[in-house]
C-alpha cells in the first residue's frame, strides 16, 4: 500500500484490516511511503493498493465489498 501516511490512505488500512478480521483471512499490509516506491510502482494518486506487484487501485478509498472480494479472490487463487 503506497499512501499510508495521509489521511485517506489510513481509513483505506482500517478497512482492509476490519475485512480481513471479520473473514479470519491473514493480511499482511505493507506501507511504502516514500518517493522511489511510488516511481517503482508507477503511482500517481494515492492511496494506492498494490497486491501481488500490481496496483489494484489508486486515488480512492475501497468499500468493504470491494476489499473483500479482492481479498476472497487472492487467497483462493
Do not use: F
Amino acid at each position: 500500500m503506497i499512501g499510508s501516511n495521509c489521511s485517506n490512505g489510513r481509513r483505506l488500512k482500517k478497512i482492509i484490516t476490519r475485512v480481513s478480521l471479520q473473514n479470519h483471512v491473514n493480511v499482511t499490509i505493507n506501507e511504502l511511503n516514500n518517493k522511489s516506491d511510488q516511481k517503482k510502482y508507477n503511482v500517481s494518486m494515492v492511496p494506492a493498493l498494490i497486491i501481488d506487484n500490481k496496483i489494484i487501485s489508486q486515488g480512492k478509498i475501497l468499500s468493504d465489498r470491494e476489499i473483500k472480494k479482492l481479498i476472497v479472490t487472492t487467497v483462493t487463487n
